[in-house]
T-cell receptor, first 111, second 109 residues
Framework: DAGITQSPRHKVTETGTPVTLRCHQT?????MYWYRQDPGHGLRLIHY???????DKGEVSDGYSVSRSKTEDFLLTLESATSSQTSVYFC??????????FGPGTRLTVL | GIQVEQSPPDLILQEGANSTLRCNFS?????LQWFHQNPWGQLINLFY???GTKQNGRLSATTVATERYSLLYISSSQTTDSGVYFC???????????FGTGTRLKVLA
């Protein structure tokens, strides 16, 4: 598996505060993804990146922004967190073999 | 957009039983994968299977790309097989993977 870490692993925050989640990979994979997982919805794509400074929106991008200044890091930012953004967030990477690998996830609670 | 349907949504088995999980796509996808999410939430790669058949121990998978479905076979199930099984695919050239809502499997000792 790709060496993927996510930080923090757990976070509790209040409505209206900014939150940044970090994904770090050690495999030099070109593609990186942020998903959210909610009961009854499976995993839904928020944003993805196809290279440094190259990003695009996914299915549920409203309220989220991303940045990728280095190959190994992909940041997900909630500018003003809302209770509807309480979820488990997964980062994934994809290398030349077209197979996705997932990080351990971040559990975010917005009160 | 493309819809992904997984069946059955829930499955309870006795240890040692066999099962077949199905994943249907409403349109063609690339890079089909199967994942297992264990009870601790970790997503584990099972198969990368855009077409054909693969086997890994007690698990095997078959994808018939022309008919837009994939099957995951679990034989001689064990309690450690419990969790949720997801399939995912990429509509051609989009890099935007779509996941099914999963099959929740519980294996009883």
């Amino acid at each position: 598996d790709a060496g993927i870490t996510q930080s923090p692993r757990h976070k509790v925050t209040e409505t209206g505060t900014p939150v940044t989640l970090r994904c770090h990979q050690t495999e030099n994979h070109r593609y990186m993804y942020w998903y959210r997982q909610d009961p009854g919805h499976g995993l839904r794509l928020i944003h993805y990146s196809y290279g440094v400074k190259d990003t695009d929106k996914g299915e549920v991008s409203d309220g989220y922004s991303v940045s990728r200044s280095k190959t190994e890091d992909f940041l997900l930012t909630l500018e003003s967190a809302t209770s509807s953004q309480t979820s488990v967030y997964f980062c994934a990477t994809q290398g030349g073999g077209n197979e996705q690998f997932f990080g351990p996830g971040t559990r975010l609670t917005v009160l | 957009g493309i819809q992904v349907e997984q069946s059955p949504p829930d499955l309870i088995l006795q240890e040692g039983a066999n099962s077949t999980l199905r994943c249907n796509f409403s349109d063609s996808v690339n890079n089909l994968q199967w994942f297992h999410q264990n009870p601790w939430g970790q997503l584990i790669n099972l198969f990368y299977i855009p077409s054909g058949t693969k086997q890994n121990g007690r698990l095997s998978a078959t994808t018939v790309a022309t008919e837009r479905y994939s099957l995951l076979y679990i034989s001689s199930s064990q309690t450690t097989d419990s969790g949720v099984y997801f399939c995912a695919g990429e509509p051609s050239g989009t890099y935007k993977y779509i996941f099914g809502t999963g099959t929740r499997l519980k294996v009883l000792a």
